[in-house]
């Protein structure tokens, strides 16, 4: 089983990702706000900053040791890849539209998205709160984007397709040779929301451990705690509308791709209903880097690419766990 990455795997993976010395000096000095008036004074205190982040507090991650600048910044790019994911299936489901040009650039190659249109809302709670939650994806690109500064990765290729049809047929909610259309009724985009929302709060619950600047840390706690709020309203509009055997369907489909022990949950659990996925101390799990990108790849080997992410992700962790 893929335990996580040791910070001197990340640090030899970011110096790898530099050309030269000059780039990664480049890199060190641009990661991070930048912001006027904040990098030229104030007190950090123990590695991070005293106030809560914002765009008017946060450092450069240059300004904090070395070793944490290479270990935050290889984290926020593997976090960042997945915001690219949600925002562009969030953003299409209620405008048509993923991100803009200015949005999307960066290190790495820069992928198209295939898949993706407007819903059809009839429910207009649905719609406002699938609204809301799409601006908070799109503002969690921006802050990762300009956190990371230069050193931030370009979105990556992005099917919101194929792969939903072949997750679908994973959970045995279609037969082979149908097609799963996520963007075809809303009970249809709201199982394609719980296959992404439990799997982001798991990722930033698993990367925490990993990021050593308190500020980025608190930043990514904040995150964590939107993606848990977003996780929490999808299952409770699955759950309104019965649909708890197919939401036990792909938590067990999710199971079976990233590893032996069976920690994801449904919105049943013992014939009970379960709207929140805990262990016996009601404590959400988290998963590994490697883990998170066996489900986004659709594959329980250990590939660079496949399902969601058709060329891969981008920046140096974008391998998936090999769970055999």
């Known amino acids: 089983m893929f335990k996580g990455f040791s910070k001197a795997f990340v640090r030899e993976a970011i110096n790898r990702s530099a050309e030269n010395e000059v780039d990664r000096r480049r890199f060190l000095r641009v990661a991070g706000f930048t912001t006027a008036g904040v990098v030229g004074g104030g007190a950090l205190a123990g590695g991070g900053l005293s106030a809560p ?10 300004e904090v040791s070395d070793d944490a600048a290479i270990s935050d910044a290889a984290v926020l790019n593997f976090a960042l890849n997945l915001e690219y994911l949600e925002a562009e299936f ?28 407007q819903v059809e809302f009839t429910d207009q709670v649905l719609k406002a709160n699938a609204t809301e939650i799409a601006n908070d994806e799109r503002a969690h690109v921006d802050f990762l984007r300009t956190a990371l500064g230069d050193a931030k990765v370009a979105r990556p290729a992005i099917d919101l397709d194929e792969a939903f049809t072949a997750a679908a047929l994973a959970a045995g909610l279609i037969e082979d040779g149908e097609r799963f259309d996520v963007f ?15 799997v982001g709060v798991t990722a930033y619950k698993g990367a925490a451990p990993l990021i050593e600047n308190k500020t980025f840390l608190d930043a990514a ?4 705690a ?9 299952r409770a509009s699955l759950q309104a509308r019965g649909a708890e055997e197919a939401t036990i369907a792909i938590s067990d489909a999710r199971d079976g791709l990233d590893g032996e022990a069976d920690l994801d949950q449904g919105l049943e659990l013992d014939g009970v209903p379960n ?16 883990q998170v990108l066996n489900i986004v790849y659709l594959n329980p080997d ?20 090999d769970s055999a």
């Open 53 to 62: 982040p914002s765009t008017a507090a946060i450092r450069t991650v240059a």
């Open 90 to 117: 969030y953003l299409r489901a209620v405008t048509g539209e993923g991100l803009d040009d200015n949005q999307i650039d960066g290190v790495g190659t820069v992928g198209g998205v295939t898949g993706g249109r």
């Open 184 to 198: 075809g009724s809303e009970d249809n985009f709201l199982l394609g929301a719980f296959v992404f929302e439990d």
């Open 221 to 224: 706690a904040g995150i964590l």
């Open 226 to 234: 939107v993606e848990a709020y977003h996780a929490g309203l999808i």
């Open 275 to 290: 709207i929140v996925p805990t262990d016996e101390n009601a404590i959400a799990f988290g998963r590994s880097a490697g």
């Open 302 to 321: 250990s590939v660079t690419s496949g399902g969601f992410f058709p060329d891969g992700v981008n920046g140096d962790i974008n391998a998936s766990d």
